[in-house]
């Protein structure tokens, strides 16, 4: 089993900057994968980044459109989401996943943080 939690979230104003972190309980062969997906209100919940702990660097939704970076501290057990540039569309739940593969389809991830809210002020 590997937990997650995330941390970070908040209120921000439009073309403000957050950075969210999820620490794992734990690093195994079968959780290499990372990733960070949101659900907005009445929306379904979408890929946002992922990178594996083991190298390589982070794929993006191509929403992101350079505002965010996803990096990782292996020593900590944690990464990190630094989101730039935030617009009112970003607001949504963010949720840390962990898995085999880094893949945007969200079924593919065996284990969830319990998310942190986002919100962005016009």
């Known amino acids: 089993q590997v937990q997650l939690v995330e941390s970070g979230g908040g209120l921000v104003q439009a073309g403000g900057s957050l950075r969210l972190s999820c620490a794992a309980s734990?690093?195994?062969?079968?959780?290499?994968?990372m990733g960070w997906f949101r659900q907005a209100p009445g929306k379904e919940r979408e890929f946002v980044a992922a990178?594996?702990?083991?190298?390589?660097?982070?794929n993006y939704a191509d929403f992101v459109g350079g505002r965010f970076l996803m990096f990782r501290d292996n020593a900590k057990n944690t990464v990190y989401l630094q989101m730039n540039s935030l617009k009112p569309e970003d607001t949504a739940v963010y949720y840390c996943?962990?898995?085999?593969?880094?893949?945007?389809?969200?079924?593919?991830?065996?284990?969830w943080g319990q998310g942190t809210q986002v919100t962005v002020s016009s």
């Open positions: 734990r690093r195994t062969f079968s959780s290499d994968a």
């Open positions: 990178l594996r702990w083991s190298g390589g660097t982070a």
């Open positions: 996943a962990a898995g085999r593969v880094p893949t945007g389809r969200d079924e593919r991830w065996d284990y």
